[in-house]
């Protein structure tokens, strides 16, 4: 007789690692920017600790995030966007092929222009911020309305590679504005008295804003 815990590790071990470890080869080979192993872990368990049931992702690549927390809690819904034709594309074809096409709802937009009545739900319990790092102060003031009283935005690549450290003349040219940005967007959040705001420094840095 197998335990739950022997049941749960053959199954992952077998059918869930090898889809996983093919995502992660398939984005270190194309560049794509997914949460590194720490970083997903350490947001799993956050998860686990908040237990959000709807979940809405600003940036989904090719699904690796959306995947990982889907197969993580069972409980769990996710509407995610993805501007880009070829990441949404792997997206779609991934959720698939990890049978999770009913709780992961992939949208093919542009995050600052979408819709939002066009989300399956009204309001979400969690948001996670992924997308392009200039942008952030944007993508929360358009969805934090989304977020219900108590819910929580986590926000992705808060050091930016470290960039964040530098003082401005020692950032590279073409990351000025971009870490400006950045920067800004955590100030003002921080000091934003309508969230309870803190930084935790693992992965890329995940920041975690509670709407009060
Ligand atoms: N969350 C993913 C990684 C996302 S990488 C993971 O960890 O697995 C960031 C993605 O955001 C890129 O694929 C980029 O195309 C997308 N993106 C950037 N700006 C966007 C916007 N305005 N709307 C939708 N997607 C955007
Ligand atoms: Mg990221």
Redesign the pocket.
Known sequence: MMTNYETYRLNFEKEVQPLIKEMEAYAEKQFI???DRIGIETFISLLTIQKPTTLL?????IG??AIRLAQADSQLHIAT????EE?HAKAVHYIERAKLNDRISLFKD???TLDTTSLPFACFDACFI???KG?YKRFFEKYEPLVKTGGIIYCDNMFMHGLVFLEDQEVPKRSRTMIRNLKAFTKWIMDNPEYETSLLPVGDGILIARKN
């Open positions: 920017p997914i949460m992702e600003i940036g989904s690549a690796y995030s966007i993805e501007r880009d990441r542009d995050a600052l992924d997308a392009a942008q």
